[in-house]
């Protein structure tokens, strides 16, 4: 007859599966003290759009007391052209760039804004510390910073371990002060781009997260987490780039002038999009991990609501075949579908734009499929050193020919102990 296994013998196990699939080697007997350091280069290319090179460094030590620090160091580099928000068409139309210096034309493809470039770093510190056998409190604190946006989190949390450690409540509070200062001054909403109305000096945004989740061991394979997240958010959610197409009864691009504002050339009466000055979501995400003889399964879905009307779907699934020699493959397929803001629209009409209070055309806010499919190969060896590659095929679809983007991920991660 076999021995059961306790809670924490369990949880040893549980711990170590979740670390294989994430590719990141669970500490060993004897490496408090030590210091993990996972490292990472992510690429990331959008046909004919944005380009994105991002290493990330993670450093986590395990003390011997139980608690745990963990430092993480992000830095991304973006190139290329984005999409501005105004509708393809085989009439020409005119834009000014978000300076105000320059204009350009498109005639029947997708307008893009080539002048897109940033460069964006971040770090993130997070500290837990047991207050008892079976109590966790945790906390840290974020910083992000770009050409033209700044943000700045704190967060708090606390772990309960109940039923021999087999089951974990988890309570989490963040908050997030955002600063925003558009190149060349905040547009005004819904006045035409030709006539650049915009106002000086920046705009804020503050977040905050209420998070409430439970964590089960189900068996000495399977382990299962449900998660409950509301965030709220108050202040400038508009994107100050993006733009609507005013549109004729034809669906032609009209001119800025029959409007009496500045003509700048033909197709345009462009108009800066505006939203809403609050968002509050509604997150809800359940995950299953399955331990088999050496493989590890993760299936998890999310779904989310809010009150711009947006809701979506998220299924993610990964299966890491473990080798005996140190190799592991692990396929992975994710798939995101979304419906749209109850403010999106494509384009407007002239009747539209005297009456609108609120709207974006920008195709993050519409009718979306995703669809993620790739392969993670890796080695690791004895001394919990880990090298792997991850390549990934990303493909999006949706109501406007603007949304349909196909996409190569690709990344290196690296992973040791010192």
Request: charged share 20%; glycine share 8%; hydrophobic share 35%.
């Amino acid at each position: 007859m076999q021995k059961k296994l306790d809670g924490k013998q369990i949880g040893v196990g549980i711990a170590a599966a979740t670390c294989a699939l994430l590719g990141q080697p669970a500490l060993a007997q004897g490496d408090a003290d030590a210091w993990q350091f996972d490292s990472a280069v992510l690429y990331y290319s959008e046909k004919d759009r944005v380009t994105a090179v991002e290493p990330v460094v993670r450093g986590k030590k395990q003390f011997s007391d139980d608690s745990e620090l963990e430092l993480k160091l992000t830095l991304d580099s973006l190139t290329g052209a984005s999409h501005n928000g105004a509708i393809k068409s085989d009439k020409p139309q005119t834009f000014t760039s978000p300076s105000g210096g320059q204009q350009y034309q498109v005639t029947n493809e997708v307008p893009l804004d080539d002048s897109f470039k940033d460069n964006r770093v971040a770090a993130n510190m997070q500290y837990t510390r047991p207050f008892s056998r079976t109590l966790r409190w945790t906390a840290g604190m974020n910083f992000s910073n770009e050409y033209d946006f700044t943000s700045m989190g704190l967060n708090a949390g606390l772990l309960w371990d109940l039923n021999n450690k087999n089951t974990t409540l988890t309570f989490g509070l963040a908050h997030e002060a955002d600063t925003i200062d558009p190149v060349g001054g905040s547009p005004v909403g819904l006045t035409f781009q030709s006539d650049q109305q915009k106002t000086d000096g920046s705009e804020d945004r503050s977040i905050n997260d209420l998070l409430f989740g439970v964590t089960q061991v189900i068996n000495r394979n399977w382990l299962m987490q449900l998660n409950y997240n509301v965030s709220v958010s108050d202040g400038y959610h508009t994107d100050p780039y993006k733009i609507v197409t005013v549109v004729g009864a034809n669906g032609d691009p009209l001119e800025a002038e029959s409007f009496g504002a500045m003509d700048i050339g033909a197709g345009d009466a462009q108009i800066f999009e505006l939203r809403p000055d609050s968002r509050t979501k509604n997150a809800l995400y359940w995950e299953n991990r399955y331990h088999f003889n050496r493989d590890v399964l993760a299936v998890g879905y999310r779904f989310m609501s809010d009150d711009w009307g947006i809701t979506s779907h998220t299924l993610d699934v990964k299966y890491r075949f473990q080798f005996d020699n140190g190799w592991f493959l692990q396929p992975h397929v994710r798939w995101y579908d979304q419906g749209e803001a109850d403010f999106y629209q494509e384009s407007v009409t002239a009747a539209q734009v005297v009456s609108l209070d609120e709207v974006s055309a920008d195709y993050r806010l519409g009718n979306l499929t995703d669809t993620t499919y790739g392969v993670k190969v890796g080695k690791q060896w004895k001394n919990n050193q880990q090298l792997s590659l991850r390549v990934e095929s990303f493909q999006q679809s949706g109501d406007s020919d603007a949304s349909e983007l196909d996409a190569l991920i690709t990344q290196v991660g690296y992973t040791f102990y010192w």
